[in-house]
């Protein structure tokens, strides 16, 4: 969803369609599901960011024991998530 909403917005290069963006992105990774336990993680941890987009990545990283690669600075501020960057 983030992929997607960043590419309609103008804030990714790209060529092709969004769809064919997100196969590319997908080849190769594992896609965490969105699972029961992610609304409690968000709701434990008050010092995940507001933004619900990060929050869902934020918790979800933590959920899966997993670090995020990323340059946003608010994620990386959270000391709950770990981050590489």
Known sequence: MEVAWIATHGR??????VDALLERFSLGISICPIT??????QISSPKLPNDPSDR?????AMA????????DRTIRDCK????IW
Not at 36 to 41: A, D, I
Not at 56 to 60: E, M, R, Y
């Open 12 to 17: 990714l290069d790209f060529v092709g369609t």
């Open 36 to 41: 029961p336990k992610l609304p409690s993680w």
């Open 56 to 60: 869902l990545i934020g918790a979800t």
């Open 64 to 71: 899966e024991g997993i670090a995020l690669v990323t340059k």
């Open 80 to 83: 709950q998530i770990k981050t």
